[in-house]
Structures are given as C-alpha cells and as structure tokens.
C-alpha cells in the first residue's frame, strides 16, 4: 500500500510539473507564463523533496521559486509595454511544437523502457558539507560576479522602466 501512495503521488506531481510547464508555453499573458514557471518549479521542488532529496528540493524552492521566477516577474512588471497585441500572440509554431513534444516523449519513453535499470548502490547522505565547501571556498568568485551582474541587470531594468529624464 505504501508503495502505491509513493507511485501515486510521483505521478500526480509529475503530473503537475508537466501542466505548468504546457501552460507556461501555451499561455498569452506573459506574467501568467512566469506565475506558472513559479508553480512548476516549486512542483520540482516538492518532487525532490519526495525523492528524498531534500538538499536539492530546498536549493529549487529558495533558488529557482524564490529567486529566478520572482526576478522575471519584476523584469516583466518594470518593463515598459507598448499598448497594441498580446505580446504573445498565437502562432503557427504552436502546432509544430505539439508534434516535437509527441516525437521527443516517445522517444524518450523508448529510452527509458529500454534501459536497464541498476539495483542500486550507496549514496551518500552527507553531502551538504562539501556543497557547501565547493560554494563557499572553490567557487566564491563566480558567485560572487554572478550576483553583481544580477543586481546590475536589476538596475538596468528600473532605469530602462522609469524612462529618460526620470531616474
């Protein structure tokens, strides 16, 4: 039975990753595009945590869900937006689009029906430790000139909102 409810709700998650995703495609509003990029990741991220990996489920709430979508929504709130069509128009491509998920979801179903599947091995419970090393002395710099770039592209976005004359 527990099995059961565990495969239940894999694929009632998957499930939900799989229509925010088609919904941030399919959708015409481009804040309700980025509202569902939200809900997908955080779909991900309780998926992780029902792995059992809950390192990599808090890194895609606090990282992905609370950082990248809401930092795409301020870029589409401060941006300036000419009054005339939707800015995401239906198109043909839409069509084709359908026909390559088609194509790339039986190909990826013949790849995994046809791999073998290992009886596992031992993985590593305390990972969080050298994560933390690698992100807090390997690799300080990069994130420390990504985050200044983040917060100059922040910038850039007010002034380029607020207009000539205004900032």
């Known amino acids: 039975m527990n099995e059961m409810l565990s495969t239940l709700v894999f694929y009632v998650v998957a499930m939900a990753i799989l229509a925010t995703g088609m919904g941030v495609v399919?959708?015409?509003?481009?804040?309700h595009s980025a509202l569902l990029?939200?809900?997908c990741f955080i779909s991900v991220g309780i998926l992780f945590i029902w792995l059992n990996?809950?390192?990599l489920g808090a890194m895609e709430f606090m990282l992905y869900s609370g950082g990248v979508a809401i930092l795409v929504v301020m870029g589409v709130m401060l941006t300036k937006r000419q009054d005339g069509p939707p800015g995401n128009p239906f198109n043909h491509r839409k069509i084709s689009a359908i026909g390559l998920v088609v194509l790339f979801a039986l190909v990826m179903g013949t790849v995994i029906v046809s791999t073998p599947v290992s009886s596992g091995g031992y993985i590593s419970l305390d990972t969080v430790d050298a994560l933390a090393g690698m992100m807090l002395n390997t690799y300080i710099l990069p994130f420390e000139i990504a985050?200044?770039?983040?917060l100059a592209a922040l910038l850039g976005a007010i002034i380029?909102?607020?207009g000539d004359g205004e900032a």
């Open 26 to 31: 399919m959708s015409n509003n481009l804040v």
């Open 37 to 39: 990029m939200t809900a």
């Open 53 to 55: 990996a809950d390192f």
């Open 147 to 150: 985050a200044t770039l983040l």
């Open 160 to 162: 380029l909102a607020k």
